[in-house]
């Protein structure tokens, strides 16, 4: 099995590293703008990832983009995907994912993250620490949802939202494309692109 090269070495990256080495692999270098001195892994640091030299070296390597910003983490993904092969997933061995799921490329489910029967998990998705996705969710690529944010059934998110922490989105609600909902949150309605929501009830600002 090939080992694993990390893009994105701050905070996020951590936990994407400790993900990956408790699911069984092995971690090989990061990739990042500058050397971190917090190295708990004692990675080697190969530089950004899009020089001519690292394009060649991940070619031996599988990759996982560790960035929690969904703009920066999209751009790169995709610019990777076209020269290489797309990013493995990270999925902690403390996830509950049922059988009849659909996990894309470059997801990371944390631990304690559940996702349901009958959901979809988009390209390059975060689902981070104890995040519950009930079943029938559809969410879209390069979204973050953050630690214990909960969606119940059958719930659509569109492509680049943000769900804040602990945020609780209802049943069969519709949010769309590039929404933040703020942390503790809670949607009742149905959400259009764009929109930046937060309070119980959730309001837009």
């Not at 080495?21 to 640091?45: H, I, M, T, V």
């Not at 403390?94 to 304690?112: F, P, Y």
């Not at 969710?137 to 602990?166: M, Q």
Request: aromatic residues 4%; neutral net charge.
């Amino acid at each position: 099995m090939k080992s694993v090269v990390v893009i994105g070495y701050s905070g996020h990256g951590l936990v994407a590293c400790d993900i990956l080495q408790a699911s069984g692999r092995k971690l090989g270098a990061y990739c990042d703008s500058n050397e971190k001195e917090l190295n708990p892994f004692e990675l080697p640091y190969w530089g950004v990832e899009n020089t001519t030299e690292n394009i060649a070296r991940l070619q031996n390597h599988d990759y996982f983009v560790a960035i929690g910003d969904n703009l920066i983490r999209r751009k790169i993904i995709l610019h990777l995907s076209a020269v290489l092969q797309p990013p493995i997933q990270a999925i902690h061995p403390q996830a509950i994912v049922s059988s009849h799921t659909q996990i894309e490329a470059g997801v990371m489910l944390g631990a304690n993250c559940v996702v349901n029967v009958a959901s979809k998990i988009g390209i390059g998705t975060i689902c981070n620490t104890a995040s519950i996705i009930e079943h029938e969710c559809v969410i879209g690529n390069f979204c973050h949802i953050a630690p214990s944010a909960v969606l119940c059934g059958n719930i659509t998110v569109g492509d680049g939202t943000f769900i804040g922490a602990n945020a609780v989105i209802k049943q069969n609600i519709r949010i769309g494309r590039n929404v933040t909902i703020g942390a503790g949150a809670v949607v009742l309605s149905d959400l259009p692109d764009h929109a930046i929501v937060v309070g119980n009830p959730a309001r837009i600002r």
